[in-house]
């Protein structure tokens, strides 16, 4: 351990947050960026209302408690994502971008948003989830071409700006194995190049970091390092052994602000001791996905106990983490009391939400009610528990109002759940549906379908919205949505597609729509929370047992079905990704709140079928997001969330098809899951990877039917007949033309008419094509 550092360390703060929403309250950034890529504003423009936001974000902080001068309020700010400012930092841009940078190497904001963006045949660094979050970040790419140098002053400039405003904050910067082990191999890189070989390469520029960050006088640096805490493909020990060598490598640099590594998102465990003996000087513990480790002696660092959960927008049971914070004391090092992760996941602020009403507020809490919180925890630990007994007392009535609710405890969504029994996740055997469905349906080899939206257009936007406000009556938005139905079933009968859809014109999103009719959830007006770049989502807060008062979709279905004599999907989001996208209650596990769900969904099914319905797609786009970080967490997981589809589904009758809609490609991983889902007919992206998975399945052994996506709906790219041939067949080499589905990879509600119309007359043209070959 190197002394001199340790010796010569500030003390951390009492309390802190590992990160701050970044986007603002009223998504000032998402406005100021936006408007810059439309050419509306300039780029100064731009750099002025992000020092605006920064400002009044510090001035947020400072004035809910955190310390102005003790490095307390973390400065996290990005434009966009901080993997790729990491990137631009270190000098890491794509050789396709090489000549965005200015003769120092960097980059201006345009070169910048080009990177997250892409620009003609260019592709955009690709995005992927953050951990189990619904946070996405971009993925940096390194190959031997990539030349590690400080490229950026934007770090330590920002740190530089609130110190002149009177703010000495703490700096948050991705750490390099987080860094490296999420980085790619670029496309210069040979097949077995790995980013995490350049981590030599890569350290000295950390250590200028550090350098320059203690000449503008920073005293605190935060180390983002949430790759510890996961289990990745890596060997265990390679990745402790990296771990030793940064951080011994960067704490003994001499010229430096205090090191503070968080690892958010779950337990360190072995990687803790590898932390706490580098010599950095304080090191996280995520105590809400993690416990507190035994067996570690700990006085050498200052521990930043996560005891207010950065995930979820429950109000912490403050009792519970100052005995938390106690059992951490007894292993040893100095305390702080933080975020169990950065509060990006989290909306700004529960002001404005009264709607809600006095007592579902009084159980939440959002980023800055969790900053109270962090203060008011940091007082008891300083000053002793009297001095905040009236939070404790108020905390303790708000948990014990929770837990007596009746919504939370319904008697007949526990009976309903007691009485399910093995059976009821189980359908007969998938050649007696098959045959059934055959003889329903007889639908031709590659038969056609799309994944369930239509573009969402600006007239389907404002119908929603004057409704929303009172200025359209429910019968004038009910007709403006059926005709935007009509519309599509005609576009695609026209298209000659098999399997028509509704094109969910109705619904604002795939799981508020839900949420809203179901009972147990809340919906918030401005709870927006970052999904990349400028994009943000509005969770829905699942507070209570789930229940359906009444039938959710079937009336639009069945208006659909009317128009038409092909079968008309019906679409329903499924139990996981309702989870995945919402804030679920913590007072019970996550298995039982999918249970309850899917009972709904369930019934939801019978009423479809009831109706006339025959093919019913359950979408679970989030099923592999929930998938747990620690390999030994992820069977139990996929027993729950694959049993939670089937609760939904397996009381469909022979001859319904069971449709389900997976969003990404990279599902080798989870295949066993996913057979286990027992849908008779599976669509998953595979279009920008060409079919990379397909080989997978057909080892895999897969009897079932298979829609492999032939257009890449992310972009507005529309693909030539000529190139969905050739995906299709490329399909055909590994899954049977019997087996095998025409779709796009995703839902189309992104995209624009033109493209959406050009692309499926060619994916028509491209089966027809095929068929007939
Ligand atoms: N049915 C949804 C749609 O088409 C599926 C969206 C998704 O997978 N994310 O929009
Ligand atoms: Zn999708």
Redo the contacts with the bound molecule.
């Keep these: 351990m190197s002394d001199i550092a340790v010796a010569h360390a500030p003390a951390f703060p009492g309390g802190t947050i590992l990160g701050y929403p970044r986007i603002g309250r009223m998504r000032e950034l998402k406005k100021a960026i936006e408007s810059f890529w439309k050419g509306v504003t300039s780029a100064e423009e731009l750099e002025a209302a992000a020092k605006d936001l920064r400002l009044a974000t510090y001035a947020r902080l400072a004035e809910l408690g955190l310390g102005k001068g003790d490095a307390s309020i973390p400065s996290n700010f990005s434009f966009y994502d901080h993997m790729l400012d990491a990137a631009v930092t270190f000098g890491a841009i794509p050789a396709r971008f090489e000549g965005l940078r200015a003769a120092d190497g960097s980059l201006d904001l345009a070169g910048y948003s080009t990177l997250a963006r892409g620009q003609g045949d260019d592709a955009p660094l690709e995005m992927t989830k953050w951990f189990d979050s619904n946070y996405h970040y971009l993925v940096p790419e390194i190959g031997p071409e990539t030349t590690f140098a400080l490229s950026s002053t934007r770090w330590v400039d920002q740190f530089a700006e609130a110190k002149i405003a009177g703010y000495l904050t703490r700096p948050v910067i991705t750490g390099p194995l987080t860094f490296l082990y999420l980085a790619k191999a670029s496309d210069e890189a040979g097949e077995d190049y790995r980013p995490i070989d350049r981590l030599g390469d890569l350290i000295p520029v950390y250590v200028e970091l550090l350098a320059a960050f203690k000449a503008a006088g920073a005293t605190w640096v935060q180390i983002d390092e949430p790759i510890l805490v996961a289990d990745i493909d890596a060997d265990r020990s390679e990745v402790l052994a990296n771990a030793a060598t940064v951080y011994q490598a960067l704490s003994s640099a001499t010229d430096r602000p205090a090191i503070f590594v968080a690892a958010p998102y779950n337990d360190l465990g072995d990687a803790l001791p590898v932390l706490v003996e580098s010599g950095v000087e304080a090191v996280s513990l995520d105590l809400v996905r993690g416990s507190v480790p035994s067996g570690v002696n700990l006085s050498g660092v200052t521990v930043v106990a996560g005891v207010v959960d950065g995930h979820n927008i429950w109000r912490t049971d403050l009792d519970q983490a100052l005995r938390t914070a106690d059992a951490v004391a007894a292993l040893g090092g100095a305390v702080a009391i933080s975020s169990s992760t950065s509060l990006l996941h989290v909306p700004h602020t529960l002001a404005g939400e009264e709607h809600l009403g006095s007592e579902l507020l009084s159980w939440l809490a959002f980023a800055d009610e969790k900053v109270a919180e962090v203060v008011t925890l940091a007082t008891a630990r300083a000053e002793g528990e009297e001095a905040v007994a009236d939070a404790l007392a108020a905390t303790r009535e708000a948990l014990a109002a929770r837990a007596a609710h009746p919504g939370t405890h319904r008697a007949e969504v526990r009976e309903a759940l007691a009485a399910v029994t093995p059976e009821d996740l189980d359908r007969p055997a998938y050649s007696v549906r098959a045959a059934a469905q055959d003889a329903r349906f007889g639908l031709p080899e590659l038969a056609t379908t ?4 239509f573009p969402q257009t600006p007239e389907i936007r404002r119908a929603r919205a004057a409704w929303a406000k009172g200025n359209l009556s429910d019968a004038d938005y009910e007709n403006a949505m059926k005709d935007e139905i009509a519309q599509v079933v005609r576009l695609q009968e026209d298209l000659g597609l098999d399997v028509l ?1 509704h094109g ?1 014109a109705e ?1 604002n999103d ?1 799981v508020q729509y839900f949420a809203e009719l179901l009972d147990g959830f809340d919906v918030t007006v401005n709870g927006w929370v970052q999904s990349y770049g400028s994009r943000c989502t509005r969770p829905s807060i699942l507070w209570g047992d789930v229940a359906r008062p009444e039938p959710m979709t079937v009336r639009w279905a069945q208006y659909a079905q009317s128009l038409t004599d092909k079968p008309m999907k019906g ?1 329903l ?1 499924g139990p996981v ?1 309702i989870l995945a996208w919402s804030f679920v209650r913590d007072d019970q596990p996550l298995g039982d709140t999918a249970s309850q769900v899917a009972l709904a969904l369930r019934e939801e099914i019978a009423d479809l079928e009831a109706a006339g319905i025959g093919i019913i ?1 359950v ?1 679970e ?2 099923l592999r997001e929930l998938l747990p970080l620690k390999k030994a967490d992820q069977p139990a997981y996929l027993e729950w969330s694959v049993n939670s589809f089937r609760l939904a589904t397996s009381g469909a009758k022979d001859d319904t098809q069971v449709h389900t ?3 990404y490609s990279e599902f080798g991983e989870i295949i066993d899951a996913i057979d286990g889902l027992n849908a008779d007919v599976t669509s998953i992206e595979a279009a920008r990877s060409r079919m990379e998975v397909l080989p997978a399945i057909k080892n895999h052994g897969y009897e079932r039917q298979i829609g492999p996506g032939v257009w890449d709906i992310h972009s507005p790219r529309v693909p030539s007949t000529q190139e969905v041939t050739e995906l299709l067949a490329l399909a055909k080499e590994s899954i049977p033309g019997k087996q095998l589905w025409v779709n796009p990879d ?4 992104t995209r624009g008419y033109d493209e959406t119309i050009a692309s499926l007359r060619h994916m028509m043209a491209a089966t027809q094509a095929v068929r007939s070959a």
């Design positions: 799309t994944i369930g939206s859809v969910e619904r795939m679409m989001t990704t797609q979408d786009p989030a809609h997976l969003c995703c839902g189309l509600k």
